[in-house]
C-alpha cells in the first residue's frame, strides 16, 4: 500500500513560481513511477507529468511543457512539480500518484493522493 500526500498549493498571482511536493509512505518509493494529475472545476481531471523510478524520464502535458518541471529524490521518497510561469488556467486541485510503470501512472494510477489546491488570481 502507498500513501501519497500532497502540499504546496496556495494562491499565486499569474506569472508566479510554485513547488508542489508529494510524500510517499512506502519502503519502496524507487520502485514506482510518479506522475501529476490536476483537476480545474467542472471540468475532467488531466494528467500534467510523470517521472520514471529513476528519475531518468518525464513526461508533460503540452499545456504545461517548458513551464513546470517534476523531480524527485528517492532519499526523501518525495516527488516535487515545480511550476513557473503560472497561469489563470493553472488553476485546479494537483494530485499525486503512483504505480509501478510510467504508462501505468499516464492510463490512471493505482494509488492517488487527496490532492492540493493551486489557484492563480488574474
Known amino acids: 500500500q502507498v500513501q501519497l500526500v500532497e502540499s504546496g498549493g496556495t494562491l499565486v498571482q499569474a506569472g508566479g513560481s510554485l513547488r508542489l511536493s508529494c510524500a510517499a509512505s512506502v519502503l519502496t518509493f524507487s520502485r514506482y513511477a510518479m506522475g501529476w494529475f490536476r483537476q480545474a472545476p467542472g471540468k475532467e481531471r488531466e494528467f500534467v507529468s510523470v517521472?520514471?523510478?529513476?528519475?531518468?524520464?518525464?513526461l508533460y502535458a503540452d499545456s504545461v511543457k517548458d513551464r513546470f518541471t517534476i523531480s524527485r529524490d528517492n532519499a526523501k521518497n518525495t516527488v516535487y512539480l515545480q511550476m513557473n510561469s503560472l497561469k489563470y488556467e493553472d488553476t485546479a486541485v494537483y494530485y499525486c500518484a503512483a504505480d509501478a510503470f510510467v504508462r501505468a501512472v499516464v492510463g490512471g494510477a493505482k494509488y492517488w493522493g487527496q490532492g492540493t489546491q493551486v489557484t492563480v488570481s488574474s
Open positions: 517521472i520514471s523510478r529513476t528519475g531518468g524520464s518525464t
